[in-house]
């Protein structure tokens, strides 16, 4: 089992950044692939970015590439998500999330989840 934990969210301007992460438990971390997801109020939940196990590719939506990095280093267990540019839009609770069947843009493909951490892009 992985127990997840977001961390770095907060309220921000539009045009600022912020990192997020994405603590595991476990020694098994390196196995995983792992995604980022955003649920806004009254959305459904949103793929935003996903990367293998490796590290070695990476993945976003249309909605965030360019604006968005996604990454991880296995040896602390940890991923991150770094978002430049914000817009009011990105607005949401982020999620993390892992998969050990590899990348998916499907949140109901991933087994484990963080409890999220909320992201607030004042105009």
């Known amino acids: 089992q992985v127990q997840l934990v977001e961390s770095g969210g907060e309220l921000v301007q539009a045009g600022g950044s912020l990192r997020l992460s994405c603590t595991a438990s476990?020694?098994?971390?390196?196995?995983?692939?792992m995604g980022w997801f955003r649920q806004a109020p009254g959305k459904e939940r949103e793929f935003v970015a996903a990367i293998t196990s490796s590290g070695g590719a990476t993945y976003y939506a249309d909605s965030v590439k360019g604006r968005f990095t996604i990454s991880r280093d296995n040896a602390k267990n940890t991923m991150y998500l770094i978002m430049n540019s914000l817009k009011p839009e990105d607005t949401a609770v982020y999620y993390c999330a892992s998969n050990r069947a590899g990348v998916s843009f499907d949140h109901t493909r991933y087994d484990y989840w963080g409890q999220g951490t909320q992201v607030t892009v004042s105009s």
């Open positions: 476990g020694r098994t971390f390196s196995i995983y692939a």
